[in-house]
């Protein structure tokens, strides 16, 4: 068996993989929560939110984050980083530009491993993940914001005009996912942090009219960026 890389990578879809992942080992690993494919290779081991077939596409409600997480911690992975996919809630951040979110409203029920037991957490980012991830931003030169607040929404749908009017009174960006990500982590003791790729203004905020085929546009151009921070991190 090959030994297994200590970096943990969850993504939305397989364009945010470099094609040293996208070629990688594909292995599956049982855990009480469901089975996880991954894709590996001398640095990550890797997640896809949406899933590896071509011929299905998982949605944010249909996410097994639970099983992800437990897959990835399964391997031993040291910590792991969530690429998230998400809409601006303020006109200054333009799609194609990319944040290291430090802050999260969610006001979802949420999925938990807590179970008979007291464990209140105070939420967080690790710092850790985070600083790391700014440095390999930096190093390649990949226009950043370091610092923001992601609004977590459950989905499918997009977000009504008058609810990102009130969201963006309070946060940066709005998605369906990350939270549910960091606060599980943190949960499982496992250092999490995120990069957000931006692809998109909320409705209601752009022009013209908000479609999902305008949102994968720029989630494929954003990509490249994505990449070269993740291959630049811990160099």
């Known amino acids: 068996m090959p030994e297994h890389p200590k970096l943990g990578l969850i993504v939305r879809d397989t364009c945010q993989l470099s094609d040293s992942l996208k070629n990688g080992r594909t292995e599956t690993v049982e855990t ?18 949406s899933g590896f077939d071509e011929n299905v596409y998982l949605m944010p409600h249909e996410y097994n984050t639970l ?17 998230h996919s998400s809409g601006s809630l303020r006109p200054s951040l ?26 209140h957490l105070t939420p967080g980012f690790s710092n850790r993940v985070r600083q ?26 997009l ?7 009130l969201m963006s009174s309070f946060a940066d960006l709005v998605g369906m996912a990350m939270v549910s990500e960091a606060t599980l982590a943190q949960e499982m003791e496992i250092e999490y942090g995120a990069i957000c790729s931006v ?16 949102i994968v546009e720029q989630c494929l ?12 991190y811990l160099v």
């Open 32 to 49: 009480k929560y469901g089975a996880v494919t991954l894709k590996t290779d001398d640095k990550w081991a890797a997640v896809c939110r």
């Open 67 to 83: 099983a992800n997480l437990k897959a990835l911690q399964t391997l031993g992975v040291s910590e792991v980083v969530g690429v």
């Open 94 to 119: 333009a799609p194609g530009m990319l944040m290291i979110p430090d802050d999260w409203i969610c006001f979802e029920p949420q999925v938990t491993t807590i179970r008979g037991r007291r464990k």
């Open 132 to 157: 790391n991830l700014a440095s390999a931003a930096w190093k390649v030169q990949v226009h950043f914001e370091n610092g923001g607040t992601y609004w977590q929404t459950e989905g499918p749908r």
């Open 159 to 165: 977000e009504t005009k008058a609810e990102i009017k």
């Open 199 to 214: 692809d998109n203004y909320a409705n209601g905020l752009g022009r013209p009219r908000l479609t999902d085929e305008m």
């Open 221 to 232: 151009k954003n990509a490249a960026a994505i990449v070269r921070v993740l291959d630049s």
